[in-house]
Structure formats: structure tokens, C-alpha cells
């Protein structure tokens, strides 16, 4: 069984702080990491994808991946009140044509 | 540049009824294709994909079907709903031999009454 583990938060931050959302997943075989996100009532938004071992930066955000510990995580700096959305973490096994999706970690930017 | 339709937004219809949801492509071609449901506050739940014209690959036995008449179109059905198909439909697609990266459409948000 292929799982996909975020916390449910709600994740509160101010405006301006950095936010840690997390996700780990059950199989070594992944190879494609992606995070989403989705506002209330909108179809998920692909943010960033990541491969390879180590840190990928996009603007504001880092998407971190560890392939020893299966654990992937995004970092939102200089967190705005528009980042307030669930983050959803989807990850790609070895072989599969389908993304296998986390339930989303929901993160609130306080003004 | 790619576009990804769905049709309608929204709907309401009543258990025992059919159902239709239609989702397009434009700008690729032989994309793969997903229909995702997503319940209210719950995960996104993968039913169906598609690599190409006619090949649907179902990943949860249920009342609903799907079929891909032409490359760029995708259609999930359902001959009578019951009251547990209210969600969140969403059609994705990526690009073949691509970077698995989906893409999703604007969704269409079903209520079984």
C-alpha cells in the first residue's frame, strides 16, 4: 500500500515567516516528488516538483527532499496571506503513470 | 500553451440519476488522463487513467466508468448515482514520456441529493 503522510494542521504562521510543511511517504522506489497547491474550492495548483536529493529553490519557495529518511518538505519564505491554502504532497513510484497524493497540510498566514 | 477544460461546474443531480462529466485538452496531444474525486475534507482519491484512445485503467471498483473517445477528451459516467458520488471532480493530464508533472482542470463539483 502506497502512503502519503502530511499533518492535517491547520499550519499557522505570520505574515512573513518562514512555514515548514512536511510529508513522508512508505515507498524507497519514489522517484518524483511534487507539492500543490489549493485554495478553498479551486482545483490543485502544481507549484514545484523535485528529483534529486537536496534543496530546489523557485522564488519563494524550497522544496527539500531526503530519499535516506522519505521525507519531502516545502518552505514558504516570506509567508503572505495569499499562501494560506492546503498544500497538497504528491509523490511518483518507480514504474506507476500515477501520482499517489497526500490529504494536504491546510496553513493559515496570519496579516 | 496547453488549456484543460471540464464541463459543467457545477451540478445537482438526484440518486438514481446518470451522470456525465466531460474534460478536454488542447495544445498537446496524446496526453495521459486522470479523474480524480475529492470528498469533502478528504484526500484526492485517483478512479480512473487513461494512456491513449480507448484504454482506461480503473484503480477503485465502483458505479462510475470512463472512456476516452478521442485523444484529447475524457469522460467519467455513471448509469445511477448514489448519494456517497457527491465530490469533487477533477480531470488531470501530463504529457507522455513527460516529467509526471499533472496538470488539473477547473473541476466540476457534483451534489448527489
Known amino acids: 500500500q502506497k502512503e502519503v503522510e502530511q499533518n492535517s494542521g491547520p499550519l499557522s504562521v505570520p505574515e512573513g515567516a518562514i512555514a515548514s510543511l512536511n510529508c513522508t511517504y512508505s515507498?524507497?522506489?519514489?522517484?518524483?516528488f511534487f507539492w500543490y497547491r489549493q485554495y478553498s474550492g479551486k482545483s490543485p495548483e502544481l507549484i514545484m516538483f523535485i528529483y534529486s536529493n537536496g534543496d530546489k529553490e523557485d522564488g519563494r519557495f524550497t522544496a527539500q527532499l531526503n530519499k535516506a529518511s522519505q521525507y519531502v518538505s516545502l518552505l514558504i519564505r516570506d509567508s503572505q496571506p495569499s499562501d494560506s491554502a492546503t498544500y497538497l504532497c504528491?509523490?511518483?513510484?518507480?514504474?506507476?503513470?500515477?501520482?499517489?497524493f497526500g490529504k494536504g497540510t491546510m496553513l493559515l498566514v496570519s496579516p | 500553451s496547453q488549456t484543460i477544460h471540464q464541463w459543467p461546474a457545477t451540478l445537482v443531480q438526484p440518486v438514481g440519476s446518470p451522470l456525465s462529466l466531460e474534460c478536454t485538452v488542447e495544445g498537446t496531444s496524446n496526453p495521459n488522463l486522470y479523474w480524480y474525486r475529492q470528498a469533502a475534507g478528504r484526500g484526492l482519491q485517483l478512479l480512473f487513467y487513461?494512456?491513449?484512445?480507448?484504454?482506461i485503467s480503473s484503480e477503485v471498483p465502483q458505479n462510475l466508468s470512463a472512456s476516452r473517445p478521442q485523444d484529447r477528451q475524457f469522460i467519467l459516467s455513471s448509469k445511477k448515482l448514489l448519494l456517497s458520488d457527491s465530490g469533487f471532480y477533477l480531470c488531470?493530464?501530463?504529457?507522455?514520456?513527460?516529467?509526471?508533472?499533472?496538470?488539473f482542470g477547473p473541476g466540476t463539483r457534483l451534489t448527489v441529493l
Open positions: 488531470a493530464w501530463r504529457l507522455a514520456g513527460g516529467y509526471n508533472e499533472q496538470f
Open positions: 487513461s494512456v491513449g484512445i480507448g484504454q
Open positions: 504528491a509523490v511518483k513510484e518507480e514504474g506507476y503513470s500515477t501520482l499517489t
Open positions: 515507498d524507497r522506489g519514489s522517484q518524483s
